[in-house]
């Protein structure tokens, strides 16, 4: 905690968690009153905070500020102190103080009409011709998808595999794909276009049961998702996707175990579950397509979701190959 003193006309700060009191240049008090948000020194001598490095400097001393070397070259470089920061707390890892029990690893249950997955054996493509072959495909037919292969897609790239109770991290839970401390942050939403014995809407993937559950028929929302993610992939799509994968973090998971770094981590999952979608899809003879841009607080709204409790943080499109109409 930091305080202020004004003795005259000197203000003096005061280090909560080092008692230290040190006297300090008066316009570092609008400086201390502006840093909650980012503002470059240029922008804050605008506003007439005009600030010497010197009294930075006492900043740095006193622990209030950091420094973060070659900061210069960094924004040459392209990149923007908040990304800066991230690579930071990447860079420290580790694990948060443990206040409360682990949350659970699965969400409460949607109320709506249950669909449960059909599954079956793994494609008898070889591992090497599904890498060999992999590619990301834009352009789709109009017959739609089986249902068969929505849940052999399910199945090997996102289902629950094991469970086990750890007495500190509570319930760890195993997917297909990789994902940081098992923590099983990442829930499934399958936006249904054109799915046999499906109708078209929103629905949960529940990953322990291995079946989705219908939250909504297809509405504006879903309407202005396919829209965007139809802009997001360009040119040269063709046609409209049978099924698009939401992929929405519940942070407080990874929060928990890992405290800011979580985020980082949440991201890195992805990455594990597009690759696993990418090689099934393709071992499938589906057109997959990963898309990275993001529109979390809209598609948070059409989910249902509050987007700070699960937010929306990847998608990743699965469509039957345009040749297929033939
Ligand atoms: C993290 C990630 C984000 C992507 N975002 C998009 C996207 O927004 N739109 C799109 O059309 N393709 C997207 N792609 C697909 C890439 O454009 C594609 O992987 C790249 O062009 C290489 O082609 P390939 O997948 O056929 O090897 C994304 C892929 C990844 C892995």
Excluded at 208 to 234: C, F, P, Q, S, Y
Aim: net charge neutral; hydrophobic share 45%; charged share 20%.
């Amino acid at each position: 905690m930091l305080a202020l003193e004004w003795i005259g006309q000197q203000a003096v700060l005061a280090i909560g968690s080092t008692g230290e009191r040190r006297p300090i240049d008066p316009v570092l008090v609008g400086l201390l009153a502006r840093l909650g948000e980012w503002a470059a020194r240029e922008e804050l001598r605008q506003e007439g905070i005009d600030i010497s490095v010197d009294s930075l400097d006492t900043l740095v001393q006193l622990g209030v500020l950091e420094t973060s070397p070659g900061e210069n070259r960094a924004t040459a470089c392209g990149w923007h102190p908040f990304d800066l920061d991230v690579l930071q707390i990447q860079s420290i890892g580790g694990v948060a103080p443990r206040t409360k029990p682990p949350p659970p690893p699965f969400r409460p249950a949607f109320e709506g009409r249950r669909i449960e997955l059909p599954r079956g054996a793994l494609p008898a493509m070889t591992l090497a011709e599904a890498l060999s072959r992999r590619r990301s495909l834009r352009r789709y037919g109009a017959r739609p998808l089986s249902l068969a292969d929505v849940g052999v897609l399910l199945e090997h790239a996102a289902r629950v595999v094991a469970i086990q109770t750890d007495s500190n991290l509570g319930e760890i839970v195993y997917r297909p794909y990789a994902a940081a401390g098992a923590r099983s942050e990442l829930e499934l939403y399958v936006m249904a276009n054109r799915i046999e014995h499906v109708v078209p809407g929103l629905y949960h993937y529940e990953a322990r049961e291995h079946r989705m559950i219908h939250i909504r028929a297809h509405d504006k929302g879903g309407a202005a998702l396919n829209a965007w993610l139809n802009d997001a992939m360009g040119q040269t799509r063709k046609g409209e996707p049978q099924l698009v994968l939401v992929i929405a973090a519940v942070l407080e998971r990874l929060f928990w175990k890992y405290g800011r770094f979580g985020l980082t981590l949440a991201y890195q999952d992805v990455g594990c579950l597009y690759q696993t979608l990418y090689l099934l899809a393709t071992a499938l003879g589906l057109s997959p397509c990963a898309v990275g841009a993001g529109r979390a607080r809209e598609t948070a709204k059409w989910l249902g979701v509050d987007e700070l409790t699960e937010t929306p943080i990847g998608y990743f499109v699965v469509g039957v190959p345009e040749a297929d109409l033939a």
